[in-house]
């Protein structure tokens, strides 16, 4: 019979460790995985120089679009007392290792690229180029299983509605939500509890790669327009004429507007609106909205029925959900905004374990 293929992170894993393992006698020791917080694994590196632990964090394609954000990630993820992340990748380009070396975030790669700098261990591999051939992309984190991410960890209890609820909910085929559920299981993020309920696992690490999945994967396929004000409007003034307007149960606010009508005490600078297609040219019209690939507005297309928030709505608009909006706040020089939008409605619902 044919060996099982691995799942794309644990392929990634393994051929990253290869360069690390061609250290004059360095020994790798893994620890544990799916340790609950927002790393994929641990393990313990020894040799001449001593011992230092390391947690992994695994994005597949690190690109420029991301990269900012995995940084972002890495800075303010809670890591133990003596022990640093380390990022493995399929590939990490020169520009993008000169990057990662210039805020000290170590990585690897499979192609045998290796930033360590512990000292007294420090290794500097770079300029290998990239793999032939990179792993399979886990269907996981595809546009579909994106959808049923989001689903989840905007509701945990989703995780034991039905396949159907499941699937119309998502906005995905019925017959992908068993295989999705599999993939959920082999990653460490699905275990069943001893009344037979599934339960979600290791949330904040499900969350950071739904986070860069929905970046890199998920909302290009969502992207509708890029839009500029008419000239005296503002974000706040465009609330207002939404409010005019009366179409609450058609357009849902997110981004920094969203945030901003959310937590209160910011001057929004952009917005998001979700809206279905055949709406966008008459709601361009109706907001004196023009096409600008620098605009301050985005039009992005909804998806399922669970794109918009259920909680207390500001009179006569409709919120998109905060995890929608938490994850189009890519400004990490400025983070307060994320900051307070993640601990006031993102950790009550990954806290809650009934």
């Known amino acids: 019979m044919p060996r099982k293929p691995r799942l794309e992170d644990d392929q990634i894993i393994y051929n990253s460790m290869q360069a690390i393992r061609g250290i004059p006698q360095a020994k790798i020791e893994f620890m544990m995985q799916k340790i609950g917080g927002p790393f ?51 590939y ?10 210039k805020s000290k975030i170590e990585h690897a790669d499979c192609a045998g690229n290796v930033y360590l700098d512990q000292m007294p261990l420090y290794i500097d ?16 984190f595809r ?15 989703a995780v034991n509605a039905t396949y159907r609820a499941l699937a119309d ?37 499900l969350l950071q790669r739904w986070q860069l999945g929905y970046i890199e994967t998920l909302r290009p396929r969502l992207f509708l327009q890029r839009c500029r004000l008419a000239a ?3 974000p706040v003034s465009l609330a207002q004429r939404l409010k005019q307007l009366n179409v609450s149960s058609q357009i849902f606010i997110g981004g920094e507007l969203g945030a901003a009508l959310m937590t209160r005490g910011f001057q929004p600078q952009s917005a998001v609106l ?4 055949e709406q966008q040219l008459k709601t361009m019209l109706q907001l004196h909205l023009s096409a600008d690939p620098e605009g301050e507005v985005t039009l992005l297309q909804t998806f399922g029925r669970q794109c918009r928030w259920t909680g207390l709505q500001p009179e006569g608009l409709t919120l998109a959900d905060p995890l929608l909006t938490f994850a189009e706040l890519n400004d990490w020089c400025d983070d307060q905004l994320a900051i307070r939008l993640y601990q006031q409605y993102l950790t009550p619902r990954f806290n809650d374990d009934k």
């Open 92 to 101: 990490i380009s020169a520009n993008l290792a000169a990057k990662l070396r």
């Open 169 to 205: 909910d998502a906005g995905i085929a019925l017959g992908a939500i068993g295989s999705l559920f599999g993939e959920l299981e082999k990653r460490g993020n699905l275990i069943l509890d001893e009344q037979g309920k599934r339960q979600l696992t290791a949330v904040e690490e």
């Open 143 to 157: 546009a579909s299983g994106l959808k049923l991410i989001y689903l989840l960890l905007r509701n945990r209890k």
């Open 232 to 234: 005296g409007d503002t």
């Open 274 to 277: 979700y809206l279905e297609p």
């Open 125 to 140: 591999i770079s300029g290998r180029k990239h793999t032939p051939k990179p792993p399979t992309v886990d269907r996981l």
């Open 40 to 90: 994929a694994g641990a393990f313990r590196l020894s040799g001449p120089w001593g011992e230092r632990y390391y947690y992994i964090k695994v994005v597949p394609r690190l690109t420029a679009d991301i990269a900012d954000l995995v940084i972002h990630q890495l800075k303010t993820s809670p890591a133990p007392q003596n022990a640093a992340p380390l990022l493995v990748s399929n």
